[in-house]
């Protein structure tokens, strides 16, 4: 059975077996989630989490195992609760790390999870770690099987595989064994969950996928550890995970062989996952560093801009919502993500909050920036580009074509991106994550962070605790 390999893996699977790279891309990928968390609590939607918990639970909470709210100095509350509120607040900036071949993002889950447990029950850093490193191997192996075909027929792969990676890392920290961790497995399997109609409607249900996948990973560990059981043909059964939600009449057991991919098991590079500079959907960010080089060479003179072409895969291409209406529509919108960045140079939240603010999604603005912003968003035509789609999802690429008036040079100019900024293979180094944390957190006393480095000498109960103040 497929669960009995992967339970069994994540059961041996120990602190000594990491190498150094995955040490540090783990350190690096919890300052990066911590900070774009930290952040993240300050938005709406976590605040309408947290007050909604509240009102649920009468602020009552006998369980005794508590964990702290990221951004919420001196608050705690149930760990189940703890990494629902925590989970929505890292996914609410679009900002949190990801995998490109998953297509998930992965950190927003894993570390909500493994924080919570691991303080509520004073687990020491090592122990951190593996469910860590065992969250991201799982998730990326996963996420591979299933996509892109999951992805295809609207589900939102953070929610849904983020279900079982919640589950695997807290079955790892609450050492369940291998049956209790396939039965774990299997209970998140039926309660694996996430539409991208939430995400593509503008809605706050797309960080509502990531809280839940926090919520029941967690619960359906603790559902095995006490003898709940789960199906152990979650995955592959005749009306599992893989016949309903990715292959549909597709789908033979019989003819479908897992030896392949079950090779992969633990040998997975943690390096591969990426970091987010923009606060826009990943699928947007070739095109806005395209549009970045551009920039270089256009400077201000963006009112002599006649129209502008974006050509790219046709995932990317689809966010083409020339109208969206309110911050969630924008954060997915290709054609207003590279207005933005033509006129404005920076794109990062503090940016959309102030365009937001001049009117950026109403009939009449006084702004100049926010009319050129607009205006270049109607010379705009986005375009599905056959050869550039061949490349995807091994490369994301996006050409961006501009052409100039005749009062300005009368030329055409064009560059392309085939794989973003923040990928392994086109990094951001630990001092760029350290810049974008102090970015989104000017008043965050930056030496606490300093304990991140020592993390697998501490207890997590006092890494939060150093952190969260």
Known sequence: MFLQDISKFISNYRYEQATVESINTVKAAFLDFFGVTYRGANE???????NTINE???KNDNLNLQASIIGKSGKKTGLLNAAFLNGISAHVLELDDGHRQAQAHLGAVIFPTALAISEAYGLDGKEFFEAVIVGYEVGILLGKLVNP?????GFHTTGTIGTFVSGAVASKLLKLDETQISNALGLCGTQAAGLLESDHAGSMGKVLHVGKANYNGILSAFLARNGFTGAETIIEGSEGFLKTMVYNEEFNNDDYSFDSILE???TVKVRDIYFKKYPFCRHLHSSIDTALKLKISIGDEYTHIENVAVKTYDVAAEHDNFQPKNL???KQSLPYAVAITLVMGEVDIDTLNKLIEYGLFENYSTVDKVNNIKNLVSKMIILKDEKLNDLYPSKRPSNVIIKL????????FQNITFIPKGDFENPYDLSELIDKFKDLNP????????IIDELDNY???????????
């Open 44 to 50: 709406d939607s976590p605040a309408i989490a947290f």
């Open 56 to 58: 649920i639970f009468n």
């Open 149 to 153: 075909r999951h992805r295809d027929n």
């Open 264 to 266: 992969d098991v633990g």
């Open 328 to 330: 969630e529509e924008l």
């Open 405 to 412: 008036d005749d009062e300005f040079r009368n030329g055409v």
């Open 443 to 450: 008043e965050y006393n930056i030496n606490n962070l300093v």
């Open 459 to 469: 207890s997590m109960t006092d890494v939060v605790g150093a952190l969260n103040e």
